[in-house]
Nanobody
């Protein structure tokens, strides 16, 4: 079991930055990790992926070049640095982990553990 708790969301103007954190109840080394988001009336969508090794990253086209996924050396906390935010980035952001997966996945169904979500609102 892994408990995940997100933080760092809030209200920001377009062009601004936020850094989301996802604290895990145990070390996540060896786990595939991801960030997803869900806007009102829309399905949950993939945002970013970090491989079990912490080396490979992958991003949705909509955030590529603006968002960066990373984790701390202890392997307990994952981050999503979001720069040049746009109103269309407004959503609830979720972190997710799959301790047994070693390959890239952008599908929510492939992640076993989820945080409760943190709201990000970008005003124009």
């Amino acid at each position: 079991q892994v408990q995940l708790v997100e933080s760092g969301g809030g209200l920001v103007q377009a062009g601004g930055s936020l850094r989301l954190s996802c604290a895990a109840s145990r070390r996540t080394f060896g786990s595939s990790m991801g960030w997803f988001r869900q806007a009102p009336g829309k399905e949950r969508e993939f945002v970013a992926y970090l491989s079990w090794s912490g080396v490979v990253t992958y991003y949705a086209d909509s955030v590529k070049g603006r968002f960066t996924i990373s984790r701390d050396n202890a392997g307990n906390t994952m981050f999503l640095q979001m720069n040049n935010l746009k109103p269309e980035d407004t959503a609830v952001y979720y972190c997710a982990v799959n301790p047994s997966r070693t390959t890239l996945s952008t599908a929510a169904k492939d992640y076993d553990y989820w945080g409760q979500g943190t709201q990000v609102t970008v005003s124009s």
